[in-house]
Nanobody, 116 residues
Framework: QVQLVESGGGLVQPGGSLRLSCASS????????MGWYRQAPGKQRELLAG???????NYADSVKGRFTISRDNAKKTVYLQMNSLKPEDTAVYYC??????????WGQGTQVTVSS
């Protein structure tokens, strides 16, 4: 059974930092492209950052320079370091695992709230 379990969300003040983790099981983690998405109320889910099996990364313009995605294949875990958080970063954050175009898994999401 495939599981992606996000953790690390919570309430943080503007300008603060959080580190999200997504622990996987049931997949050959090292071959998957991993991604972080978010969905704010009333908005579509958007891709924030991705990291390929080879370690190549890409970022949405909205988070470039503030967020960093990384992966630990030994721990089968992907991370999202989020710095300089803004109120507009408030959303549910989701982990995604994709292999080619045919295999796609999602975590259950973790809430991030940026507010003073």
């Amino acid at each position: 059974q495939v599981q992606l379990v996000e953790s690390g969300g919570g309430l943080v003040q503007p300008g603060g930092s959080l580190r999200l983790s997504c622990a996987s099981s049931g997949i050959i983690f090292s071959i998957f492209t991993m991604g972080w998405y978010r969905q704010a109320p009333g908005k579509q889910r958007e891709l924030l950052a991705g990291i390929t099996s080879g370690g190549n990364t890409n970022y949405a313009d909205s988070v470039k320079g503030r967020f960093t995605i990384s992966r630990d294949n030994a721990k089968k875990t992907v991370y999202l370091q989020m710095n300089s958080l803004k109120p507009e970063d408030t959303a549910v954050y989701y982990c995604n695992a994709q292999y080619l175009t045919s295999t796609n898994y999602w975590g259950q999401g973790t809430q991030v709230t940026v507010s003073s």
